[in-house]
C-alpha cells in the first residue's frame, strides 16, 4: 500500500465560538475536536499525522504529547489555507505519496469516507481529489466548477464567486487527497489575489486542471459529515450527531436505551449486552459496564468499572470507582474516586464514599459517609454512621473487620481498627480499637425527668 501521510488545519482561533478555548479544543462527545479527525485519519492508515498549530499550539501538542505518529507544524500568522499546508513543507520532508488534508473542526467525518476517498485517489492515479456534498443551502462554503463534461476545474470561494456560479450547490468540504510531488511541488506557486487576500489551498485544483493532471471531486453521500464547527450552535448538532452513533452502536450491540435522543454517552464507553439505561444519564472517562445492568434516570458516571447486574438507582454519581457483581447504588448516592466495592454490596440513599475498599455482601444503606476506610465482607453500616477522617491536618484510616454490625449514627473516629464480628451499639462514638468479637458501647446515661413537661406547662 502506498504510503499515506495527514495534514490537520487547526491553527485558526475559532472566533464565532466565543471562548478562550480556541475551537479544536472544545470537547466533542467526549474527545477535543481535533482528536476526531486524526482518530479517522489514524484509522485509515495514515502515519505520520501533521497538525498545523497557531493560537494555543502548545495545549493542542499537549494533547498528542507521546503519540509517535503526530508532528506539528507552526503557522504563526494564518495567512490561509494554501499557506497552512505549505507550512508542512518541513515536516514532511522526504514523505514520497498521498498527503490527506483534514480540517480540525470536522469531527463528524467518519473513518470510512477518508479509507473510501483514498482508494478513489489511488485506484484513478489523480494528483488531487476533493470530497464534495450537494447543499440546499451552500452559502459560504467554495463552489465546484465542472466543465460541460462534468469535469472539475477550480474552485470558487464565496466572495469570490460570480453570481451564477454561487447559484451552485456543490461544494467544497475542505478535504482533499493529493499526490505529495504535485502538492510540495506546487503549493509555493499559488497567489492571495483574491477577495479575502488569503492564500487559498484550493487553486491547486485549477493548477492541476491547467497542467492537465488528474482532478476529481468526490461528492459524499451524507453531507452531515463534512459539516464544520464554527460556533456553539454547530457544536451541540455536532455533538448530538457523534452521540447518536455512538447510542446506536451500543443499541446494536444488546443495549437498551430507553430514550436515546436523552442518554449522553461518551465516545470510549463500553457497554454489555441486556443493560438497560433510563433518560438523563451521562457516561464518560471509558467507562466499561457489565451486561444485565440497569442504570436509573439522571445517572453520572465516570471512568468506572462497573461489574455484571448492577443496578444503579436515580440521580447518583459515580467517579473513577470499581463495582464488583450484583451491586446496589442509590438513589442519590456519590461514590467519589477511589471506591472499590465488592459482589452484592448495597449503596443505599444520601451515602457518600470515597477512598474506601468494601467486602462481598456489605452494606451501607442509608445517610452515611465513609472515607479513607478498609471494610471487610458482610458488614452492616447503620445509618447515619460516619467515618471521621479527617483532624484538620491529615486524613486518617478506618479498618472495619468482617461481619461487624455497626448501629445507626455511630462515629468512627479514625484512625480506628474494629475487630471481626463485633458490635458498634447505636449511637456510640468509637475512639478506640474494638477487639474482635465484642460490644462496643459508648453512651451517656439516659435520664428521666418525670412530670418536667407537665410542670412546664402550667
Ligand atoms: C475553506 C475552503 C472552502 C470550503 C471550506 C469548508 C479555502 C480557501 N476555502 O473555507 O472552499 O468550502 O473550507 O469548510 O480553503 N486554517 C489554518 N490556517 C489558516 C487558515 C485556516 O490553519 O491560515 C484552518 C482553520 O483553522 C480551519 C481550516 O483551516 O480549521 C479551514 O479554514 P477556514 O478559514 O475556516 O476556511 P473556510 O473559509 O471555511
Ligand atoms: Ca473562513
Not at 25 to 51: F, K
Not at 277 to 295: A, K, L, T, V
Request: glycine letters at 12%.
Amino acid at each position: 500500500m502506498k504510503s499515506v501521510a495527514t495534514v490537520v488545519l487547526a491553527a485558526g482561533k475559532g472566533t464565532r465560538m466565543k471562548s478562550g478555548l480556541i475551537k479544536v479544543l472544545h470537547p466533542v462527545a467526549g474527545l477535543p475536536m481535533i482528536a476526531w479527525p486524526v482518530a479517522a485519519a489514524r484509522e485509515a492508515g495514515s502515519d505520520p499525522i501533521v497538525l498545523v498549530i497557531g493560537h494555543q499550539a502548545s495545549a493542542v501538542q499537549g494533547l498528542f504529547r507521546g503519540a509517535t505518529d503526530i508532528r506539528c507544524a507552526m503557522q504563526e500568522e494564518q495567512l490561509g489555507t494554501g499557506h497552512a499546508v505549505a507550512c508542512t513543507a518541513d515536516a514532511l520532508a522526504g514523505f514520497r505519496g498521498t498527503v490527506l488534508i483534514l480540517c480540525g473542526d470536522t469531527p463528524l467525518l467518519r473513518p470510512e469516507t477518508v479509507k473510501n476517498m483514498l482508494a478513489y485517489h489511488r485506484d484513478n492515479m489523480a494528483a488531487i481529489t476533493v470530497l464534495t456534498a450537494l447543499m440546499d443551502d451552500p452559502f459560504g462554503y467554495g463552489r465546484v466548477v465542472r466543465d460541460e463534461s462534468g469535469g472539475v476545474t477550480r474552485i470558487v470561494e464565496q466572495q469570490d464567486a460570480t453570481p451564477e456560479e454561487r447559484e451552485i450547490r456543490e461544494i467544497n468540504s475542505g478535504i482533499y487527497c493529493m499526490d505529495s510531488d504535485f502538492l510540495f511541488g506546487n503549493i509555493k506557486g499559488i497567489s492571495n489575489d483574491n477577495a479575502q487576500g488569503e492564500y487559498y489551498v484550493t487553486d491547486l485544483l485549477a493548477i492541476a486542471v491547467r497542467k492537465g493532471l488528474t482532478c476529481l471531486a468526490l461528492p459524499i453521500a451524507d453531507a452531515d459529515e463534512i459539516m464544520g464547527v464554527n460556533d456553539r450552535v454547530q457544536l451541540a448538532e455536532a455533538a448530538r450527531i457523534l452521540r447518536g452513533r455512538i447510542n446506536r452502536d451500543h443499541m446494536l450491540n444488546g443495549v437498551t436505551l430507553i430514550d436515546p435522543d436523552q442518554t449522553y454517552i461518551d465516545h470510549g464507553v463500553t457497554i454489555g449486552a441486556d443493560t438497560t439505561i433510563h433518560p438523563g444519564c451521562r457516561i464518560d472517562g471509558g467507562s466499561i459496564i457489565g451486561s444485565g445492568c440497569e442504570i436509573d434516570g439522571a445517572v453520572s458516571i465516570t471512568d468506572c468499572r462497573i461489574g455484571d447486574d448492577c443496578h444503579i438507582k436515580a440521580a447518583s454519581v459515580l467517579e473513577s470507582s470499581e463495582l464488583g457483581e450484583d451491586v446496589t447504588i442509590g438513589p442519590m448516592a456519590h461514590l467519589r474516586p477511589g471506591s472499590v466495592l465488592g459482589n452484592k454490596v448495597k449503596i443505599g440513599n444520601f451515602v457518600e464514599t470515597k477512598k474506601i475498599v468494601m467486602g462481598e455482601g456489605s452494606k451501607a444503606s442509608h445517610l452515611t459517609y465513609l472515607g479513607d476506610a478498609e471494610i471487610g465482607r458482610n458488614v452492616n453500616i447503620g445509618c447515619g454512621t460516619i467515618t471521621c477522617n479527617y483532624d484538620g491536618v491529615k486524613k486518617h484510616r478506618t479498618v472495619i473487620g468482617d461481619e461487624v454490625f455497626v448501629g445507626s449514627d455511630v462515629q468512627l473516629v479514625a484512625p480506628v481498627t474494629i475487630g471481626r464480628n463485633s458490635l458498634i451499639a447505636a449511637g456510640t462514638t468509637v475512639t478506640i480499637d474494638v477487639p474482635p468479637d465484642s460490644l462496643a458501647l459508648s453512651r451517656i446515661p439516659q435520664v428521666n425527668k418525670e412530670g418536667w413537661r407537665l410542670r412546664k406547662k402550667t
